[in-house]
């Protein structure tokens, strides 16, 4: 899918779809570049997500940017207003459930965890990435901020598959959330917010990676098949 995307979108970058074009058909891309409709599709709607492009119902997909885009858009909301919220949010957050998790609220993350970490299907890793943060929130005893992680339950699953399939998030991922569950462990309030803050900062920097890369250069020969 990588492969697919980065085809596209340096398509897109030389101006061999200029904004206004239409892509051609999902059928005449997948004969094109050789791949299967599914991985046809996740790249498509990455280009959509970085803002290069746009579904319109039975007409297609059209090009309506050919640079980078300044902020994405996972579901409802923009990665920017998502990383700022999930900054003032899960942070705090962490360091309330250092203080206040049960041991049963210590078992479910650990075997959450230890799932993620045998997990190869990125569909389900994807899934159990925003069943932690919903545990997480579960163990620091307020409602309230449960529900605004449930609230933005599907955005974080969006950016969850972009960042994994895109950037090869999932193994740091891991090693992030185990820092997190530690820190539950010891009851360090210090430690565990300091353990979510590292976690949003490495999605923002591999996010910014993928979608503004600083030196993204487009092919000068014509790789359309192999």
Request: proline letters at 4%; charged letters at 30%.
């Amino acid at each position: 899918m990588e492969a697919v995307l980065n085809h596209l979108r340096g398509a897109i970058e030389r101006g061999d779809y200029a904004v206004g074009d239409k892509l051609p058909s999902e059928a005449e891309l997948c004969r094109r570049l050789e791949v299967s409709r599914p991985v046809l599709r996740e790249a498509l709607r990455a280009l959509q997500t970085m803002g290069l492009t746009v579904a319109r119902t039975g007409k297609g997909t059209f090009v309506v940017s050919n640079g980078a885009v300044a902020d994405p858009t996972f579901g409802d909301y923009a990665a920017s207003d998502l990383l700022e919220v999930r900054r003032h949010v899960e942070i705090p957050v962490a360091g309330y459930a250092a203080l206040r998790r049960s041991p049963e609220d210590l078992d479910h993350l650990t075997h959450l965890l230890e799932r993620m970490e045998r997990e190869t299907d990125t569909t389900a890793w994807v899934a159990m990435d925003t069943l932690f943060h919903l545990a997480v929130a579960q163990a620091a005893r307020n409602p309230v901020f449960r529900r605004v992680i449930e609230e933005i339950r599907d955005a974080l699953a969006r950016q969850s598959a972009f960042l994994t399939e895109l950037g090869g998030r999932r193994e740091q991922s891991n090693r992030e959330h185990r820092a997190i569950v530690e820190a539950l462990v010891d009851r360090s309030e210090q430690d565990a917010a300091e353990a979510m803050a590292h976690h949003l900062s490495r999605v923002e920097t591999t996010l910014t990676t993928i979608v503004r890369p600083p030196h993204h250069t487009a092919p000068t020969t014509d790789t359309t098949e192999n």
